[in-house]
């Protein structure tokens, strides 16, 4: 898969990962929403980093999306979230309200699914027929002399 289709893959997969995640938070009552929600936030929050950043290593890329919703997490401990919440209202979809140590594991398992896939597909890819797994150098051009 060229780099320029899997941004596009990369990109749809992202749109629909919103739609299901605000799907999710207003039609989905009680815990089962919330977790659903918090996973779907850490399966965004990793493809937007891929789409970004299409080079980034999977591992690396797990790393930064799991430290930026624990970040995420921690803000709304400390109130920071709820402040920034009250001035741009907006804001709550992308920092939360409320604290819980529940929705920590839930990005976990978002990043891990994600990365996972990631992976999977990646190596997929990479032993379809025709694609060469390592680069093979062409010959210098002929010069008349």
Same mark, same amino acid.
Do not use: H, I, K
């Given at each position: 898969?060229?780099?320029?289709?899997?941004?596009?893959?990369?990109?749809?997969?992202?749109?629909?990962?919103?739609?299901?995640? @605000?799907?999710?938070?207003?039609?989905?009552? %009680?815990? &089962?929403?919330? =977790?659903?929600?918090?996973?779907? +936030? *850490? #399966?965004? /929050?990793?493809?937007?980093?891929?789409?970004?950043?299409?080079?980034?290593?999977?591992?690396?890329?797990?790393?930064?999306?799991?430290?930026?919703?624990?970040?995420?997490?921690?803000?709304?401990?400390?109130?920071?979230?709820?402040?920034?919440?009250?001035? @741009?209202?907006?804001?709550?979809?992308?920092? %939360?309200? &409320?604290?819980? =140590?529940?929705?920590?594991?839930? +990005? *976990? #398992?978002? /990043?891990?699914?994600?990365?996972?896939?990631?992976?999977?597909?990646?190596?997929?890819?990479?032993?379809?027929?025709?694609?060469?797994?390592?680069?093979?150098?062409?010959?210098?051009?002929?010069?008349?002399?």
């Amino acid at each position: 898969m060229t780099r320029r289709r899997r941004r596009g893959v990369v990109a749809g997969c992202l749109v629909l990962v919103v739609v299901a995640g @605000v799907v999710t938070t207003t039609q989905v009552a %009680g815990a &089962t929403g919330d =977790v659903l929600g918090d996973v779907l +936030y *850490a #399966v965004a /929050v990793y493809t937007l980093l891929v789409l970004l950043v299409p080079r980034l290593r999977v591992a690396a890329a797990g790393g930064l999306a799991l430290s930026w919703c624990w970040a995420v997490e921690g803000l709304q401990a400390t109130g920071v979230a709820s402040a920034v919440n009250d001035a @741009v209202p907006p804001a709550a979809w992308l920092l %939360g309200s &409320t604290f819980a =140590v529940r929705d920590l594991a839930c +990005y *976990a #398992v978002g /990043v891990a699914l994600t990365a996972g896939t990631d992976l999977v597909v990646g190596r997929a890819a990479a032993r379809r027929p025709g694609r060469r797994a390592t680069p093979v150098a062409t010959p210098p051009p002929r010069t008349s002399g």
